[in-house]
């Protein structure tokens, strides 16, 4: 099993739709978890932190389930801007990618 | 807001060359990575350092790769002689003291495009 698994996507919604990604890890040990977004070559960028409660910010809202070992990211209202890949990443002594979803929003 | 930078932003090389790819950390901070990116595949870890040391290195970082921290503020990445499959971006991280939830610390430089020829 992958250390942090990705739906392959690609995911391609028209503007304003809602789409969810969902990821999953392996190790239990597994410490923090975030979701990071990556441009078309370019560096990944620190989208949000992803809580057992669950947190909210703005247009996305991220939930984990750490029984389950699974993270989501959910993405309401999606703009144009919006279309990026998104990385999944767990820490566990360091930082470990999933493959990354890719979005494309359309008009 | 602090960032990590990275030179050269493109390299290319031919088969066999040594290069040398290098980064600024953000100054304050103490742990330090190198990931790669194949064009199209997942970012992929290469090596840690902490404390002028390697502290985990993946099966990837082989004898061809080394890293160094020269001068307290350079961190830099060496490919002894490059291969075609080296071609890749090349991003360098650093993280600060903070524990790992203090996710304001975690920064990735723009990359380096390196290609071989």
């Known amino acids: 099993r992958k250390e942090v698994e990705q739906d392959p996507g690609p995911f391609n919604v028209p503007e304003g739709a809602t789409v969810a990604f969902n990821c999953t890890y392996s190790?239990?040990?597994?410490?923090?978890f975030f979701w990071y977004r990556q441009d078309c070559r370019k560096e990944p960028k620190l989208l949000m932190s992803?809580?057992?409660s669950g947190n909210e910010d703005g247009r996305f809202t991220a939930q984990l389930n750490r029984a389950s070992q699974y993270i989501s990211l959910l993405i309401r209202d999606s703009k144009l801007s919006d279309s990026a890949t998104y990385l999944c990443?767990?820490?566990?002594?360091?930082?470990?990618f999933g493959a990354g979803t890719r979005l494309t929003v359309k008009p | 807001e602090p960032e990590v930078t990275q030179t050269p932003s493109h390299q290319v090389t031919q088969m066999g060359q040594e290069v040398i790819l290098r980064c600024v950390p953000i100054s304050n901070h103490l742990y330090f990575y190198w990931y790669r990116q194949i064009l199209g595949q997942k970012v992929e870890f290469l090596v840690s350092f902490y404390n002028n040391e390697i502290s985990e290195k993946s099966e990837i970082f082989d004898d061809q790769f080394s890293v160094e921290r020269p001068d307290g503020s350079n961190f830099t990445l060496k490919i002894r002689s490059t291969k075609l499959e080296d071609s890749a971006m090349y991003f360098c991280a650093s993280i600060g003291q903070g524990d790992w939830g203090a996710v304001s610390e975690q920064y990735f430089g723009p990359g380096t495009r390196l290609t071989v020829t």
């Open positions: 190790n239990s040990a597994s410490q923090s």
């Open positions: 992803v809580y057992s």
């Open positions: 990443v767990v820490i566990l002594g360091r930082m470990r």
